[in-house]
Structure formats: C-alpha cells, structure tokens
C-alpha cells in the first residue's frame, strides 16, 4: 500500500444504516407512501411545501437521537491519522462522521442541520421543525428551507470533489448504491484517472464492475477492517 498517498472516499446512507438512519432505497424505501424522489424535489416543494417540511422535521429530529457507529469512528481515525491527501466525501445530510471525529468532510448533498434562506442566500445552523415556517435568523423573512441538494440541483462543491479525484491514487466508496449521479459516475471517473477503486457494501452497488475490488458485509465490520489494513 506504500504507493498510496491521495485518497478520496464517497459514502452513502449504508455507513449511517447501522446507527439506525434508515437509507433511501433498501426495504422499499418508502415514506409515508412516497418515493423519495417524490419528495426531494424543488418541484414537490413548490406543489406541497408542508408535507415536504414534515419529511425533513421528522428526519432532522431522528437524526439527533442517532450516534456513530464504529465505521463512522474508523473513519474518523483514518482521517486523523492518514499523512496524506485524504477527503470523505459524504452524501449522507446528517452528522455522524463529524461526530465520530472527522474532520476532512465534504457534504455533497448537504446538511440537515442547517437551514437556507431563499430570500438572503444565507445558510445558518439549524436543529428546529421548519413546518411552523420560523423567520430566518439574518434577514427575518419566512423563507427557510432544508439545506439539502434535491433532485434536479446542482450538488455541493463539485469542483472540489474532481479536483480531489484528479489527485487521488486510491477511490473508496462505502454504503451507497450507485443509484444517484453524479455520485454514482466517481469510480468511473477516478479509474479513469488512473486511482485504484474499492467498494465496500453489503451488496454490490449498481456500478460495481467499475471497481477493481468489492467487499461485501456490513460497514461497521469492514471499514474498521479495510481502516486497519490500510495503517498497519
Ligand atoms: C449498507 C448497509 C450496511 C445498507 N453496511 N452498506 C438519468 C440518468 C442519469 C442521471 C439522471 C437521470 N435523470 C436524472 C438524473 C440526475 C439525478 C439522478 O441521479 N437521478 C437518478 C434517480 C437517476 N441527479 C441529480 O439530479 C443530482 N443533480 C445533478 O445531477 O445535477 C446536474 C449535474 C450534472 C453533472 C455534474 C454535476 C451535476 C442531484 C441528486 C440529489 C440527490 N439527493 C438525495 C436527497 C438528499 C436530501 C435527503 O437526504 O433527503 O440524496 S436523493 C438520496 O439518494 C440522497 C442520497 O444521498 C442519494 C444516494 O443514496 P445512497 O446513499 O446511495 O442510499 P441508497 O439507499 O440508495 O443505498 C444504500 C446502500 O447502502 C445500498 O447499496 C446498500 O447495500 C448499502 N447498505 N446497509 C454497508 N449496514
């Protein structure tokens, strides 16, 4: 492993399953009766921006119940200890890897804990229900809304992400299904870029030829695991 120096990790809601965080489309993947591509649309929030609120309070309330798991603490340790390049890019919206103690942590689909205001352009934390339409704390206009990339916009600091991908000699993907571009198109690009590519799942994501090696098991076993392997 010696030749290793740039890693970039992406993880999915598989990393978070175990700490009780339910993923998006294992078990039908259904809330209330909606898909979540049913609700985590702007276009749903213009049509039913309460129902839309209700899905993201009652996530962003659970969400604060939950704790790491010890493949979010692998992590975290990997990151404190890696010497080289290293970057997690996380699609998951809650908090877990930051809590465990991550520190190099990109949230390319956003945060639960934070509210954007449409009217200010302002992100600010935010731990509260949105239902009751709370005024935003910059400009007081009752305009807040989940800080959260739906369906259809563009995801998070993507210049970044390629930038990391570009440099990076090994790609890691944990816990996400490859269902959601332009996540899912990263080990695609990275191998193409010349990084060696590693999947570590449950179950083989829907782009798994891309990957030179898969892992199969639950994250809270192979990360530490892999983590381990990778410090020795
Ligand atoms: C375990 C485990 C355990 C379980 N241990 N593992 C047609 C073709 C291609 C693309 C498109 C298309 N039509 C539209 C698009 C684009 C669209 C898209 O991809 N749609 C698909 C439905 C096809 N994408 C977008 O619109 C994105 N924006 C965009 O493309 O902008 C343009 C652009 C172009 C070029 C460059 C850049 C940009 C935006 C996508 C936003 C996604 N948002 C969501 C909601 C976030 C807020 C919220 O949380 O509510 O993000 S959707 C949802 O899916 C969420 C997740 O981050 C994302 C990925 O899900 P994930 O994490 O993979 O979870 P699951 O449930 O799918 O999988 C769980 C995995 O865990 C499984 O593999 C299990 O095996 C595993 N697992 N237990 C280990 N214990």
Known sequence: MSEIRNIVILTGAGVSAESGIDTFRDGGGLWEQHRVEDVATPEAFVRDPDLVHRFYDMRRAAIQEKEPNPAHFALARLDAEWPGELLIVTQNVDDLHERAGAHRVLHMHGEHLKAWCT????????????????????????????????FGEMPYQMERIYAALRQADLFVSIGTSGAVYPAAGFVRDARELGARTLELNLERSQGSSWFHETRLGPASEVVPQWVDELLQ
Request: glycine letters at 0%; proline letters at 16%.
């Open 119 to 150: 009217s200010c352009d302002v992100r600010s934390v935010w731990r509260e229900p949105l239902l009751a339409r709370p005024p935003c704390p910059v400009c007081q206009a009752r305009s807040l809304r989940p800080d959260v990339v739906w």
